[in-house]
């Protein structure tokens, strides 16, 4: 399992994408994700619009991310734009990948039990969790 930050291959290290991956990889550790244990293979052909594939290091906000939830112990794909916190007209704290039995307020006990168990701190967004920790 690879803990350091890093890019998908067609991803150049520019500062953008370098300040990018470093929020990223902050968000998929507070949701109790990380990286595959097996490896997956970065599709070709991909640009800043355009894809169709999973990719292994973190993409850009708008590619599938292959992680693992630690959680529920399943292999996703993720959107980071997915993951991001919304902002504005309609704003939404970071949520967790569809079918994920710890997701919404009515699990919040469960999730703060479960991030307990892993040792992970709760992420000070989640407070319905929160509010279940011992």
Not at 81 to 98: I, V
Request: aromatic share 8%; net charge positive.
């Amino acid at each position: 399992m690879t803990t350091a930050p890093f890019l998908s291959s067609f991803l150049r290290p520019n500062p953008r994408n370098v300040e990018s991956l470093q929020a990223a990889w902050a968000r998929k550790l507070e949701l109790g994700y990380t990286t595959r244990t097996e490896p997956v293979d970065e599709p070709e052909g991909c640009t800043r619009t355009r894809c169709a594939g999973v990719h292994q290091g973190y993409p850009g906000s708008e590619h599938r991310w292959a992680l693992h939830c630690l959680l529920c112990n399943v292999d996703i794909e993720v959107f980071y734009s997915h993951m991001r916190e919304r902002t504005g007209k309609n704003p939404a704290p970071p949520r967790r990948h569809k079918g994920c039995k710890f997701s919404g307020p009515s699990r919040a006990q469960a999730r703060a039990a479960r991030y307990a168990e892993l040792g992970l701190a709760l992420p000070a967004w989640d407070a319905d969790a929160l509010a279940h920790a011992a």
